[in-house]
């Protein structure tokens, strides 16, 4: 498998986006009931290898707000990093 260059979070993003582990949310949320009712309900669901939460979240419409929210993407860098055989990041 050729090495994966990762320099900044764009680069993480395509990369998890290719590897089937980001799920971007597209519709319009709202950043203070919605975002954190669709993160509790993801965090609590399970992946086909039975673990929680499963893939980063990527908020791209955020009610009021200029800039899209990741979720997830600071406590599974070292998580995705190992599923993208990167050693780390």
Request: net charge positive; hydrophobic share 35%; proline share 3%.
């Amino acid at each position: 498998m050729p090495e994966i260059k990762i320099e900044n979070l764009n680069d993480f993003v395509r990369e998890l986006e290719k590897a089937g582990e980001l799920l971007r949310i597209r519709e319009r949320v709202s950043p203070i009931c919605e975002i954190s009712e669709i993160t509790d309900r993801h965090s609590k669901t399970r992946d086909a290898d039975g673990n929680y939460g499963g893939k980063a979240l990527l908020f791209e419409k955020c009610g009021g707000l200029v800039v899209s929210l990741a979720h997830q993407f600071d406590g599974l860098f070292q998580t995705h990093a190992h599923r993208l055989r990167r050693p780390r990041i």
